[in-house]
Each structure stands twice: as structure tokens, then as C-alpha cells.
Antibody
Framework: EVQLLESGGGLVQPGGSLRLSCAASGFTISSYAMSWVRQAPGKGLEWVSA????????YYADSVKGRFTISRDYSKNTLYLQMNSLRAADTAVYYC??????????????WGQGTLVTVSS | DIQMTQSPSSLSASVGDRVTITCRASQDIRNDLGWYQQKPGKAPKRLIY???SLQVGVPSTFSGSGSGTEFTLTISSLQPEDFATYYCLQHNSYPPTFGQGTRLEIK
């Protein structure tokens, strides 16, 4: 059974950093592209970043480019999102989502339960 | 970026009703569209992929149609568990973009 479990969220001050993790089970993350999608409180869904299952191609929304870094650890079968220079506008629930194929095509077939990031002083 | 415009933004309906939600793309996305259901406090769940293909395990009361720039999600007979927020997602063009959501409420 495919499962995705996010962790690492919390309260952080503006300008601070946080690293989110997404532990995958039931499949190997190297075989599929993976993404992060966020949802601000009471708002809609926004794609944030993706990483291909093969090679090291990474993709970012303009709103986070230069501040966020997506990566993965094959040995731990875990996806990460390093978030730096955080802003109040980054406050959201962050979901990791599995793609259907190795290249990033954004066919999100499985999602984690999400982890809340709150940026506030 | 491709803009996805959903309508209506909210909808009140009764159990047993037939409802239709529309998503319009700002340019041709062929059939590269999925529909997702989200309940409060939960992750989105995919219902439809490739505009009209039903995800395994999703009830046949859900159906999708359309191609190009106009797409619809239809629920043929609303069940109590269908009251939720629905989103479309285009993945034809980078970056992927979601519609703003349609909140389906009980009348």
C-alpha cells in the first residue's frame, strides 16, 4: 500500500528556515517524480516544487524559486523540502504528492496527509 | 501560466441531485486535466484523470468530460459523502495549475 507521511512543519519566524520531510512506503521514490503542493488557510491548492524520479531535474514555482530546495534520500526513501527566507505568505499546509511516472508530469495519484507551516513573529 | 477558472465557486444541492462543475482553461490543454475531491482537514483525492477516466475505486456516479479548454465534472446522484470541495488541475503546460475550487454544500 502506498503511503506518504509528511513531517517537519511548525511555527517559524519570518526570515527563518524549516525542512519538511515526506517518508514514502509501498513504492520506491526513485521510480517516480514527486511534488510538493501547498494550501494556505482557507485557500486553494498551489503547486510548489517537483523532482524527477530519474536524474536530478528539479522544478519550482516562481513564488518560491531561490528560497526553497527540493531533494530526496534514496536510502531513506524520503523526499525533502528545504525552505529558507520564509515569509508570512508561505504559511500553509504542505502536501507531498506522488506522480504516475518518472518524469514530472503532475499526475498526482497519491497524497500525504500534510504538515502545517506557520510563518509568524 | 495557464489559468484555470472553475464555476461555480460554491454550490448548494440535496442528496440525490445531479450536479455539474465546470473548469475552463485559458488555452488548449488537450485532455491533460484531473479532478480532485478534498474534505475538510484531509488531503485531496483524485477522482478523474485524463479528463474523463475514472480513478480505480471511485464510484461511477462521478464522471468527467471535455477537451481543449472546457471540462466538466458531473456527479449523477449526490451522496452524503460527496459534500466536499472539488478542484481541477491542468498538467499540460508547466507550471501545473489548479482551479480555485468549488465548494459543494448540503442544501
Amino acid at each position: 500500500e502506498v503511503q506518504l507521511l509528511e513531517s517537519g512543519g511548525g511555527l517559524v519566524q519570518p526570515g527563518g528556515s524549516l525542512r519538511l520531510s515526506c517518508a514514502a512506503s509501498g513504492f520506491t521514490i526513485s521510480s517516480y517524480a514527486m511534488s510538493w503542493v501547498r494550501q494556505a488557510p482557507g485557500k486553494g491548492l498551489e503547486w510548489v516544487s517537483a523532482i524527477s524520479g530519474i536524474g536530478d531535474s528539479t522544478y519550482y514555482a516562481d513564488s518560491v524559486k531561490g528560497r526553497f530546495t527540493i531533494s530526496r534520500d534514496y536510502s531513506k526513501n524520503t523526499l525533502y523540502l528545504q525552505m529558507n527566507s520564509l515569509r508570512a505568505a508561505d504559511t500553509a499546509v504542505y502536501y507531498c504528492a506522488k506522480d504516475l511516472v518518472q518524469v514530472a508530469r503532475y499526475y498526482f495519484d497519491y497524497w500525504g496527509q500534510g504538515t502545517l507551516v506557520t510563518v509568524s513573529s | 501560466d495557464i489559468q484555470m477558472t472553475q464555476s461555480p465557486s460554491s454550490l448548494s444541492a440535496s442528496v440525490g441531485d445531479r450536479v455539474t462543475i465546470t473548469c475552463r482553461a485559458s488555452q488548449d490543454i488537450r485532455n491533460d486535466l484531473g479532478w480532485y475531491q478534498q474534505k475538510p482537514g484531509k488531503a485531496p483525492k483524485r477522482l478523474i484523470y485524463a479528463a474523463s477516466s475514472l480513478q480505480v475505486g471511485v464510484p461511477s456516479t462521478f464522471s468527467g468530460s471535455g477537451s481543449g479548454t472546457e471540462f466538466t465534472l458531473t456527479i449523477s446522484s449526490l451522496q452524503p459523502e460527496d459534500f466536499a470541495t472539488y478542484y481541477c488541475l491542468q498538467h499540460n503546460s508547466y507550471p501545473p495549475t489548479f482551479g480555485q475550487g468549488t465548494r459543494l454544500e448540503i442544501k
